[in-house]
């Protein structure tokens, strides 16, 4: 009884790899390792808002007076 299911990993590979997750995955990774990864997709809606420095130093200034 063979042990594996796939008998040809290497061909198993490459067809994960032509999957459109796997090569969008792929790229990410790659973007994430060169620096390039901009967060411009679905997930920045959720990310913090910028912080407003002048807002704090306002705030600062308020409670010294």
């Known amino acids: ?3 594996a299911v796939v008998e040809d990993w290497d ?3 490459a067809f994960l790899a032509a999957q ?5 995955s792929a790229q990410k990774e790659q ?6 990864l901009h967060n411009s997709g679905p997930s920045s809606i ?3 808002p910028k912080k ?3 807002a704090d130093l ?3 200034l308020a409670s010294m007076a």
């Open 52 to 54: 407003n420095d002048n």
């Open 1 to 3: 009884m063979p042990k």
């Open 11 to 13: 061909e198993f590979r």
């Open 46 to 48: 959720h990310a913090a």
């Open 31 to 36: 973007e994430i390792a060169s620096g390039t």
């Open 20 to 24: 459109p997750l796997c090569k969008w």
């Open 58 to 60: 306002a705030a600062a």
